[in-house]
């Protein structure tokens, strides 16, 4: 008899399996299931605008790129005079270089008393005439400035009258070169400054001229 209560105990079924919990990592985590953590949108990459580019355009007018570009002619005609070493010493080289102006030089120098009247046309009718732009004036008084520069080393070789030859003529010679060059290398700027629109100021040049206005 005491087999029935086993044979009952074998005959009923099994009880159902309690539900398991499902297996979370409490290291790993995903992070759309995470209560933690928030959406966030993905920031895109957004490509940089590049500015526009823009070509600039010289706005001198052209009257006053050609008064300005015949001015600097005033002070490069008087410097010439210190030239004449190296006008000696290269005739062939600076007779080549400067050939296209000897129309010019010709004409300057055969007008009587010409760098007074260049003087007097460029202080009175371009310096002190409101109706000029301030370019071409500006201009006009450094080429006036620059030539009253030009004065003063011939007026200390007359005053010091060194001899042609020992040390005071080769400090003469060299002298007169390097103005020569200085001079040569200020034309060939201002003149392609003024000539592209552009304000060519000569160092302690264009300080002086600008303090005239």
Known sequence: MATIPLLRLS??????????KPFRSTLFTHPLRSNTLSL?????????????????????????????A???????????QYGRFLFAQFPKT????????LPLISFYRSVPYSSYLAFLLLYIGVVRNTNVSRYARFNAMQAVVLDVLLVLPMLVQRIFNPGPHGIGGKIVVMSHNVIFVAVTICFVY???YSVLGRTPKLPFVGDAADRQF
Not at 46 to 63: F, G, H, L, M
Not at 70 to 80: D, E
């Open 40 to 68: 966030r949108p993905i920031p895109t990459i957004q490509s940089r605008k590049q500015p526009p580019i823009s070509a600039s355009y010289n706005t001198t007018p052209v009257p006053d790129r050609l008064i300005s």
């Open 190 to 192: 201002t003149f392609v």
């Open 94 to 101: 600076l007779g080549l270089i400067l050939e296209p102006l």
């Open 70 to 80: 015949a001015a600097y002619f005033f002070p490069f005609f008087n410097g010439l």
């Open 11 to 20: 005959l009923s079924p099994p009880p159902p399996p309690s539900p398991q």
